[in-house]
T-cell receptor, first 114, second 113 residues
């Protein structure tokens, strides 16, 4: 079955550590996205990638980094510079980056800072 | 700048009753409109979308939404809800010709027996 996988499902980070969240899709989609979800705030865009080897900052990119070396993979690193990283992180993809295309979401990773 | 307002943060309703989840948007240009559903601890999945044409859009699980350009609204409706409809619902807007999607804050639907 085609879809998006995210791992791990739960992740615990000590202060000062960098952690990497995995996102893989087998839908052959060009565009991929990372969102952060906090209670009562909807989804906020962290980074997006329109095509392989290209990515752009979203609204809340500070303290995060990404790479897009393969079409199917878009990992997100939460660095120690992100002061409040506890949240639910969602990865998504769409056929192309134009707005008429719906996004397909992974099951999410819940990150907790200890 | 575009924005999305979901007017109710929580909507409790009894099983088999009708429900309407309200969504208003602000944009100076044409938009594409979406409703997504999120079940607990899961990702979002598309319920329905409006791109153009008929203003009444039908989606999965018996949901429908009506685009009202004059009122800049895209309210989601279901004539008879089930316990399994308990979830969080997100309205989303993308500018035509653009790519960035703005999500509303979400509405939690609680269906009670």
């Amino acid at each position: 079955d085609g879809g998006i996988t995210q791992s791990p499902k739960y992740l615990f980070r000590k202060e000062g550590q960098n952690v990497t969240l995995s996102c893989e899709q087998n839908l052959n989609h060009d565009a991929m996205y990372w969102y952060r979800q906090d209670p009562g705030q909807g989804l906020r865009l962290i980074y997006y990638s329109q095509i392989v080897n290209d990515f752009q900052k979203g609204d809340i990119a500070e303290g995060y980094s990404v790479s897009r070396e393969k079409k199917e993979s878009f990992p997100l690193t939460v660095t120690s510079a992100q002061k409040n990283p506890t949240a639910f992180y969602l990865c998504a993809s769409s056929i192309q980056w134009t707005g008429e295309n719906e996004q397909f979401f992974g099951p999410g990773t819940r990150l907790t800072v200890l | 700048a575009q924005s999305v307002t979901q007017l109710d943060s929580q909507v409790p309703v009894f099983e088999e009753a009708p429900v309407e989840l309200r969504c208003n948007y602000s944009s100076s240009v044409s938009v594409y409109l979406f409703w997504y559903v999120q079940y607990p601890n899961q990702g979002l999945q598309l319920l329905l979308k409006y791109l153009s044409g008929s203003t009444l859009v039908k989606g999965i699980n018996g949901f429908e939404a009506e685009f009202n350009k004059s009122q800049t609204s895209f309210h989601l409706r279901k004539p008879s809800v089930h316990i399994s409809d308990t979830a969080e619902y997100f309205c989303a807007v993308t500018l035509t010709g653009g790519f960035k999607t703005i999500f509303g804050a979400g509405t939690r639907l609680f269906v009670k027996a």
